[in-house]
């Protein structure tokens, strides 16, 4: 090739090049432009591609940003939000990618403060620990999907969550609710509530964790606490959430330590308050199917917890991994009703505890064998919730006891 022609032909192909690259760079938007072309209040509308980081502060922003496709959501790889009052983030993509630099605890996606705060649609999806980590932790999910502190009125409806320590924590808010959201895939939990009043976590669908079993975890599907907190949670209802370890290995299910009082830091005043927990089915492989400490206010009525042997918990020291119902006796104001569980608690002589009924899987000829409460319970997948349908005529039919079946 003459010399002349090889620069023009360098030249060309750097043209070509370009060009068929614009699509793809072109997907890399400016968040920021496109921010500033809309006035307080307005819908801001961004189609398809990496717009990278939403940091917003105060009241000026727009009350809604959303997909203009939500089959091909606009992404985001992080959030700030703080002092936001009345937007609503709808059909996105929230993605988080692993960096070697970042703690186990890292938090992409934050919101502080402001109030009225609404995620639809949501896709928040984390990644999983690479090269350089620990054996505990290469290949696990890492860090914390979404956390909320200080918000009043906040609401997760509608949202997948997926592969990341911890799914959702909220701490400091009012007027909470998590609504049909799917959570699956998390390491450690997937709803982490502290120190709320007001919530709601209602036709969630909490499944198939990816657990370290060797690590420290405390794997929990929805979780309170009070550990160095100064109030307790208060007017929570948990209602008709499907939990479902299936086949991932076994967490604990509804777990509500009361740490700043059972630890003997606290009184009464930190006692959890006016609690509902109702229509919840459960299939996991932990003891604590529903867990509540010390409170002051207590329903516990209509909810299924089984066994779901696929979980790693399934074998040894079988008792342990039978989900049960456990409340403390310093609780006040308790009524425990219309469930099916492996066990009960003693409880209190002026406590309301009745129409319950126990139920086992291991021994065939004892009382309360799955096999006289569910209709198809033996020989079908037991890591399938559809196969704990009630047998017709069976007490749990005829009694109305437990969840409504998740098959219906």
Sequence with gaps: MPAILRPRLVLALLFWAVLLAWPAAAQTRDLSAALARVPAGGVLELPAGDWGELRLEGTAGPSVIRSADPADPARLSGMELRGVEGLTLDGLLLKYDWDPEDRINVRPFQIFGGGDIRLTGIRLIGDEAGPGTSEIDRGYPWGTGLFVRGVDTFTLEGS??????????????????????????????????????????????????????????????????????????????????????????????????????????????????????EDNFILNAHRHGISIGEVDGLVIRRNTILHNPMGVGARPQRDLWLPRINVPKAARNVRIEDNIAAGFPEGRPEWQVGGNLTAQPHARMKPGHYATIFESALGRDPSDPTSYRPLPGGPADRLGLGAAWPGR
Aim: contains cysteine; proline residues 1%.
């Design 160 to 277: 997948e969550l997926a592969v990341f320590h911890r799914g959702v924590v909220i701490r400091e808010a009012e007027e909470v609710t998590v609504r049909a959201n799917r959570v699956h895939g998390m390491r450690s939990d997937g709803i982490n509530i502290v120190a709320c009043q007001g919530v709601l976590i209602e036709g969630n669908h909490i499944h198939d964790f990816d657990r370290s079993v060797e690590s420290t975890d405390h794997a929990d599907m929805i979780q309170f606490w009070t550990n160095k907190t100064n109030r307790p949670s208060t007017d929570v209802v948990i209602r008709g959430n499907l939990l479902n370890s299936g086949a991932g290995d076994f967490t604990q299910s509804i777990f509500m330590r009361n740490e700043e009082v059972d630890n003997g830091r606290a009184g009464r005043e930190m006692f959890y308050r006016n609690f509902v927990v």
